[in-house]
């Protein structure tokens, strides 16, 4: 099969490993319109699900993946930078350049091309091809040009949030509200790196105008945050510029398509769905999409309309309620003000459970965690919990 993937992401690589994997038959292009190494972003965080998955799909990727990942234990949710409160969990994080590099280099040695610095205007440049893989992200060119088609629906977020790095670097995933003349004002941090830690600031539209972060340049800005973030950055800064441009304030892309099907055209990951940042799954979901579609392909063979539909019927069905959790997210953070008046210890609760049923025992035992001894004991558990996970998938012992 003549396969062309639109867009180097993890969703347009993953999908033409694992197509290679399945076929090795398939020619496969993979088409990119930045230079190798440019992208946008800091760290991707995922879960154990995602690396379980990972290992079945594809051990060779998933083990350098795991090794360039680090580690976060705990998360710490602050106001003020001062109060303090805790909810368990762990999770593992990279670079979204490290990420590409691995997924591009193992995608060059199953025999898949990539086409750097070059941006597809519309899928008539392939009229060769059996499939066309639409991973153009969330402001995806190709689904614009097809949006009756797929039935797109896009809206944005009301909330301007900035993706920035910095050099201190946090051991959990770390929240901070802060209060500011115009408003509150807070950020989500966690590793991205040994030396790097993630960054994302996030306010609501009157505290943005109103503290002028609508009309201030790279620098300023950094300037301006590092001081409203002094207390948890410690000393350290914030970095603006990754790989390639300065970031720049945006409003979250929510993407929604009736269909990801258009003949011979399918989309994926964020060009086919968005889900807020806040949720941490755009990146995972971009590559269950690849293993799905390229598994679909491989199970029906020659008839790649029927795989098509499947992915496309099956797809909908399974992220109809991660759609709604970020949804919810996203709109809990667009109204945080009606609960920054509690204390840190609600507030956080608040927080953990803004997606699901509260029931009155779950606030007595989320107390009872804030207990440095408990929270010790949990990290334990969570540790073993890690452990035979790891050695489950056949992790090599680190
Ligand atoms: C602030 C923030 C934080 C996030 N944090 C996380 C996280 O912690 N964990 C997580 O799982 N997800 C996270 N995400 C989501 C994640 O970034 C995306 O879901 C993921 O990158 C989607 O992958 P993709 O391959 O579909 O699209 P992308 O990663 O956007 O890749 C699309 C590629 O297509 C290329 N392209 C675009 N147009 C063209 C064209 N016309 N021709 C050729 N190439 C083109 C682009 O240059 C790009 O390389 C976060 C998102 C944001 C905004």
């Given at each position: 099969m003549k396969i062309v993937c639109i867009g180097a992401g993890p969703a347009g690589l993953y999908f033409a490993i694992s197509a290679k994997l399945r076929d090795a038959g398939h020619d496969i292009s993979v088409i990119e319109r930045d230079p190798p190494g440019a992208t946008y972003g800091w760290g991707v965080g995922y879960g154990d699900e995602l690396l379980d998955t990972l290992f079945r799909n594809d051990r060779e990727s998933a083990r350098r993946i795991r090794s360039a990942s680090v580690l976060w234990e705990e998360q710490v949710i602050a106001l003020h930078g001062a109060d303090r409160a805790y909810l368990g969990g762990y999770g593992y994080s990279l670079n979204r350049a490290s990420l590409l590099e691995i997924l591009a280099k193992r995608a060059r040695s199953l025999g898949v091309n990539i086409e750097y610095r070059r941006a597809v205007e519309d899928i008539s440049e392939f009229p060769d091809a059996d499939l066309v893989v639409v991973a153009?992200?969330?402001?995806s060119r190709i689904r614009q040009n097809y949006a009756k088609e797929f039935g797109t629906e896009v809206s944005q977020g009301s909330n301007p949030y900035i993706w920035l790095g910095t050099d201190r670097v946090f051991d959990k995933f770390t929240y901070d509200f802060e209060e500011t003349r115009a408003g509150w004002i807070w950020f989500h941090a966690y590793p991205s790196s040994n030396e790097i830690s993630t960054f994302v600031v996030d306010c609501q539209e009157d505290t943005w105008r109103g503290l002028g972060l609508d009309q201030l340049g790279d620098e300023e800005t950094v300037h301006l945050l590092e001081r409203i973030f002094a207390r948890s950055l410690d000393g350290g800064s914030l970095i603006s510029r990754s790989r390639g441009r300065p970031a720049s304030w945006q409003r979250f892309t929510q993407v929604y398509n009736q269909t990801w099907l258009h003949d011979n055209v399918v989309l994926i990951g964020d060009a086919a769905h968005t889900t807020h940042f806040t949720i941490g799954s755009g990146t995972m979901l971009a590559m269950l999409d690849a293993i799905v579609l390229a598994q679909k392909l491989f199970e029906r063979g020659d008839d790649s309309a029927v795989a098509l539909k499947e992915f496309d019927v099956e797809g909908h069905a399974a992220i109809g309620h991660m759609q709604a959790a970020a949804r919810t997210s996203m709109a809990w953070f667009e109204n945080v003000d009606r609960y920054l008046d509690r204390n840190v210890h609600e507030f956080c609760y608040t927080m953990s459970t803004r997606h699901s049923v509260q029931h009155p025992w779950q606030f007595q035992y989320h107390l009872m965690n804030q207990n440095l001894v408990v929270r010790k004991a949990l990290r334990l558990l969570a540790t073993g919990s890690r452990w035979y996970r790891a050695r489950r998938r056949g992790e090599p012992r680190r």
């Amino acid at each position: 099969m003549k396969i062309v993937c639109i867009g180097a992401g993890p969703a347009g690589l993953y999908f033409a490993i694992s197509a290679k994997l399945r076929d090795a038959g398939h020619d496969i292009s993979v088409i990119e319109r930045d230079p190798p190494g440019a992208t946008y972003g800091w760290g991707v965080g995922y879960g154990d699900e995602l690396l379980d998955t990972l290992f079945r799909n594809d051990r060779e990727s998933a083990r350098r993946i795991r090794s360039a990942s680090v580690l976060w234990e705990e998360q710490v949710i602050a106001l003020h930078g001062a109060d303090r409160a805790y909810l368990g969990g762990y999770g593992y994080s990279l670079n979204r350049a490290s990420l590409l590099e691995i997924l591009a280099k193992r995608a060059r040695s199953l025999g898949v091309n990539i086409e750097y610095r070059r941006a597809v205007e519309d899928i008539s440049e392939f009229p060769d091809a059996d499939l066309v893989v639409v991973a153009d992200g969330a402001n995806s060119r190709i689904r614009q040009n097809y949006a009756k088609e797929f039935g797109t629906e896009v809206s944005q977020g009301s909330n301007p949030y900035i993706w920035l790095g910095t050099d201190r670097v946090f051991d959990k995933f770390t929240y901070d509200f802060e209060e500011t003349r115009a408003g509150w004002i807070w950020f989500h941090a966690y590793p991205s790196s040994n030396e790097i830690s993630t960054f994302v600031v996030d306010c609501q539209e009157d505290t943005w105008r109103g503290l002028g972060l609508d009309q201030l340049g790279d620098e300023e800005t950094v300037h301006l945050l590092e001081r409203i973030f002094a207390r948890s950055l410690d000393g350290g800064s914030l970095i603006s510029r990754s790989r390639g441009r300065p970031a720049s304030w945006q409003r979250f892309t929510q993407v929604y398509n009736q269909t990801w099907l258009h003949d011979n055209v399918v989309l994926i990951g964020d060009a086919a769905h968005t889900t807020h940042f806040t949720i941490g799954s755009g990146t995972m979901l971009a590559m269950l999409d690849a293993i799905v579609l390229a598994q679909k392909l491989f199970e029906r063979g020659d008839d790649s309309a029927v795989a098509l539909k499947e992915f496309d019927v099956e797809g909908h069905a399974a992220i109809g309620h991660m759609q709604a959790a970020a949804r919810t997210s996203m709109a809990w953070f667009e109204n945080v003000d009606r609960y920054l008046d509690r204390n840190v210890h609600e507030f956080c609760y608040t927080m953990s459970t803004r997606h699901s049923v509260q029931h009155p025992w779950q606030f007595q035992y989320h107390l009872m965690n804030q207990n440095l001894v408990v929270r010790k004991a949990l990290r334990l558990l969570a540790t073993g919990s890690r452990w035979y996970r790891a050695r489950r998938r056949g992790e090599p012992r680190r």
